[in-house]
């Protein structure tokens, strides 16, 4: 169904800079084609998690552009933490995908 | 070939889409994210209705927020904006284009371990202010920047 993230986090002293790139059409409900409106279809609600721990929970419109991208920092973040994104969308899709953060 | 009952007919199919797309919709929002998704910020169609939405109706404007978007948008489809908030205890963010079709376009709550930055991409209609609106110790702040759009990212 839905395609993996791409998660990246790095270590910068001790604040993780966490770069998240998911794939998703993020239709607006606006766009035409030939046979009529392309229905809403978006992710309505990201959440990070710092090792178990929710430390962003976003919610979304259609506004946000197709193939989102979402940065954060995490503070007080350690090599080997894990970094874990879940999204759903507003059709009940959901995607879960982990990352350790990295040494810089 | 009457052409009229063709549009008509059209137009009809976009609407009947339109209209099973909004039942989806608030069926789905109704069962699993009516305790997170703002539904009456986020379907506010008004600037004004969108921030009552999100309660915050007595904003300070504030220098403390920062907010990285460019001047120009050459691609309305992909803008990139990034938000810094300097105010102590920032408890969520959310982004604002005022001249979009529905001017809520994210709300970030950011627990204890997050740091107040939030990087996105937004899809704007035309040129407006983005406006920022950071939620801290129960008050709001507010913050705008203008982007001028030369395509807009809604078709």
């Known amino acids: 169904m839905a395609e993996p993230m791409k998660i990246r986090a790095t270590l910068q002293g001790d604040v993780a800079d966490v770069r998240i790139l998911m794939l998703h059409p993020m239709e607006t409900g ?17 959440v990070v998690t710092h090792n178990g721990k929710t430390v962003l929970d976003a919610q979304w419109s259609q506004a946000v552009s197709r193939n989102p991208f979402l940065g954060l920092r995490v503070k007080s973040a350690k090599a080997g933490d894990k970094i874990a994104v879940t999204w759903t ?10 990352a350790t953060v990295a040494a810089p | 070939m009457n052409t009229l009952r063709r549009t008509f007919l059209k137009t009809a199919g976009g609407a009947g889409a339109l209209a099973i797309a909004a039942t989806a919709g608030l069926l789905k929002s109704g069962q699993a994210w009516a305790a997170t998704w703002n539904k009456s910020a986020f379907e506010s169609k008004a600037m004004a209705d969108a921030l009552k939405g999100l309660g915050a109706t007595n ?47 994210a709300t970030f709550d950011i627990s204890s371990g997050g740091d107040s ?25 507010t913050a705008a920047k203008e982007v001028k759009v030369t395509v807009g990212g809604c078709g």
Not at chain 1, 30 to 42: A, D, E, N, Y
Not at chain 2, 79 to 92: E, G, L, M, R
Not at chain 2, 135 to 141: E, R, S, V
């Open chain 1, 89 to 98: 969308d507003n059709k009940g899709d959901k995607r879960t995908d982990e």
């Open chain 2, 117 to 141: 930055y939030v990087s996105t991409r937004l899809k704007m209609g035309q040129t407006s202010d983005i406006r920022v609106v950071v939620k801290a110790d129960g008050k709001f702040y």
């Open chain 1, 30 to 46: 606006q766009r035409k084609t030939g046979s009529g409106i392309v229905p809403l279809h978006f992710i309505q609600s990201v």
């Open chain 2, 59 to 105: 904003m300070i404007d504030s220098k403390d927020i920062t907010i990285t978007a460019p001047d120009i948008a050459e691609n309305g489809a992909v803008v990139p904006v990034a938000v810094t908030s300097k105010i102590p205890n920032t408890q969520s963010i959310s982004i604002l284009a005022e001249k979009n079709p529905f001017p809520l376009a």
